[in-house]
C-alpha cells in the first residue's frame, strides 16, 4: 500500500512541505495559486488529508463531495472555515494550531492598538506626503494608553496575553467573555474585571476584539454597540472580521462618533470595505497578528504533526470534533 495522499493548499515553508513528504504523497501548492471550491473539490478527490489555512473554506458541501478524506488540518487557531459539524457527521477529524500563537498575536495586538491610539500611520502618510512643515502643540493629537481602561471582548489565551501586558501601561482591565474566567486567570490577567458588554463598551477607553467567530459572535459589534462607546474611544480587533459590522463602523467613523479603529481582520477577506479607504481614523492591516516568522513556523508544524497523528490513526494533539 502506497503513502497516504494530502494536499496542502497553500504555499507553505519548504521544510514542512519536505517533512510532509516523508510520511505522505503530498501535491502542494507552492505557486500559491488560490484555489476555486470546484478545483479544490477535485484536488481533493484522490487525498485522505488535507492542510489549509484559514482562507480556504471546507464547507459542508465540499466535506460531502470528497468521501476519501480521513483528516482536516487547519494552520490557524480560528476555524470558523470548517464545517467542523458536518466533519464530526462524517467521521473526519479536523484540528487547529492553539497556544503557539497566543503572544506574537498579543505583541501586534497592541502595536495595532498603538498605532490606532497615538494616530501612527496616519502621521507617518502625512510626512511622507511631504506636509511636515512646522511643529505644532497640536497636531497629531492621540490618546493615552497609559492610566486608561482597557476593555478586552474574548477573555481565551490571547485575550489574557494582552491583558497581562497592559500591566507595564499602569492599565485598568475589564473584560466580557462568554462566561466569567476563573479568580486565578483574572488575577493573571491584571486583575481583569468581569463587567456585561454593555458596560464594558461604555467605560472602556481601549476596546480590543479577541473573540472566536460563530454564528452567535456575527456582528457582536455593531450600530448599536458602537454608540455606547465614548467618543474619545478607539476599537481594536484582531479576531475575525465577522464580529464587527463593517458599514456600522464604517459610519461611525466617518462620523467621529469614536476616534478610531485598527484592524487586522476584515468580513470578506482580502477583500474589504473601500469606504475605509477614505477614512484617516482607521489603521488597516492585512490578517497579520500572527505574522512573526517563528510562530508561523510553529503553526505550520503544529498542523503538520496534527495531520500525521491524524492519518496515523492516533489522536491529533489538537483534535476540535466533539
Ligand atoms: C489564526 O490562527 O486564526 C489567525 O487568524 C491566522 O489565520
Known amino acids: 500500500m502506497g503513502k497516504p495522499k494530502i494536499l496542502v493548499t497553500r504555499a507553505v515553508f519548504p521544510d514542512v512541505i519536505e517533512r510532509l513528504s516523508r510520511e505522505f504523497d503530498v501535491e502542494s501548492n507552492q505557486d500559491d495559486r488560490i484555489f476555486t471550491r470546484e478545483e479544490l473539490i477535485a484536488r481533493l478527490q484522490d487525498k485522505q488529508g488535507v492542510f489549509l489555512n484559514s482562507s480556504e473554506r471546507m464547507s459542508a458541501e465540499v466535506i460531502a463531495a470528497c468521501p476519501g478524506l480521513r483528516a482536516i488540518c487547519n494552520m490557524a487557531v480560528g476555524y470558523n472555515n470548517i464545517d467542523v459539524d458536518a466533519a464530526t457527521r462524517a467521521g473526519i477529524p479536523v484540528t487547529n494550531t492553539p497556544d503557539v500563537l497566543n503572544e506574537t498575536t498579543a505583541d501586534f495586538a497592541w502595536a495595532l492598538l498603538m498605532a490606532t491610539a497615538r494616530r501612527v500611520t496616519e502621521s507617518e502618510h502625512w510626512l511622507r506626503a511631504g506636509q511636515w512643515k512646522k511643529w505644532t502643540y497640536n497636531g497629531f493629537l492621540g490618546a493615552d494608553l497609559h492610566g486608561s481602561t482597557l476593555g478586552i471582548i474574548g477573555m481565551g489565551r490571547i485575550g489574557q496575553a494582552v491583558a497581562r501586558r497592559s500591566l507595564g501601561f499602569d492599565m485598568k482591565v475589564i473584560y466580557h467573555n462568554r462566561s466569567r474566567c476563573s479568580p486565578d486567570i483574572e488575577a493573571r490577567a491584571n486583575n481583569a474585571q468581569y463587567v456585561s458588554k454593555e458596560e464594558l463598551l461604555r467605560n472602556a477607553d481601549h476596546v480590543m476584539l479577541v473573540l472566536p467567530y460563530s454564528p452567535q459572535t456575527h456582528h457582536t459589534i455593531g450600530a448599536g454597540e458602537l454608540a455606547l462607546m465614548k467618543p474619545t474611544a478607539t476599537l481594536v480587533n484582531v479576531a475575525r472580521g465577522g464580529i464587527v459590522d463593517d458599514k456600522a463602523l464604517i459610519e461611525t467613523l466617518r462620523a467621529q462618533r469614536i476616534a478610531a479603529a485598527g484592524l487586522d481582520v476584515f468580513e470578506n477577506e482580502p477583500a474589504f470595505d473601500p469606504?475605509?479607504?477614505?477614512?484617516?481614523?482607521?489603521?488597516?492591516?492585512?490578517?497579520?497578528?500572527?505574522?512573526?516568522?517563528?510562530?508561523?513556523?510553529?503553526?505550520?508544524?503544529?498542523?503538520?504533526?496534527?495531520?500525521?497523528?491524524?492519518?496515523?490513526?492516533?489522536?491529533p494533539p489538537n483534535l476540535l470534533n466533539p
Open 275 to 315: 469606504g475605509f479607504l477614505e477614512l484617516k481614523n482607521v489603521v488597516l492591516t492585512p490578517h497579520i497578528a500572527s505574522a512573526s516568522e517563528p510562530t508561523r513556523r510553529a503553526m505550520a508544524e503544529c498542523a503538520a504533526a496534527n495531520l500525521v497523528a491524524a492519518l496515523s490513526g492516533k489522536r
